[in-house]
């Protein structure tokens, strides 16, 4: 799958997405409305902007109308959906795509991408605990966690002659 140019990072200024989906709602007369969930899993929408220089921009346009042939074929791409930076599959949204070019060297690219969130890869039991670690230890969970990596990777790593 191809992947976005190297250093080309999307700027956490201009960095947002849209909800999921998937809920559905029905008015119920004379009573409250009833939701229910149509469907669990989904792409989301993500807004995107790369600031790029002269050389950089020419390595887009490439990249853009050569190896994904305009977002219609699906490339690699770093984005935080929750939790933290990492790689998801991405497609252009058709119609999304606007290049600016600043008074300065910069070209400002932006454009909407559709991709599904990393919070898929965890199961509803693993949601829970996390939000369950979270009520016990608030902000220190961070903490707890990174010295219980510490505590795996290092402190019991005894060898024992």
Request: charged letters at 15%; proline letters at 4%.
């Amino acid at each position: 799958m191809p992947t976005l140019p190297n250093g080309f990072i999307p700027t956490v200024a201009a960095y947002s997405h849209d909800g999921p989906g998937g809920v559905i709602r029905t008015d119920v007369a004379g009573g409250a409305a009833r939701y229910g969930l149509d469907w669990d899993r989904g792409p989301q929408k993500y807004n995107v902007t790369l600031v790029l220089d002269k050389l950089e921009f020419s390595v887009w346009i490439a990249f853009f109308h050569h190896v994904i042939k305009k977002g219609a074929i699906t490339f690699d791409m770093p984005l935080d959906s929750g939790f933290g930076t990492e790689t998801h599959a991405c497609n252009i949204m058709p119609g999304s795509y606007s290049a600016t070019r600043t008074e300065g060297i910069a070209i400002i690219v932006a454009f909407v991408v559709e991709a599904e969130s990393t919070a898929y890869a965890f199961s509803d039991i693993d949601g829970q605990n996390m939000v369950d670690l979270y009520n016990l230890y608030g902000a220190g969970s961070l903490d707890l966690l990174a010295r219980l990596a510490l505590y795996a990777t290092v402190d019991s790593n005894v060898l024992a002659f």
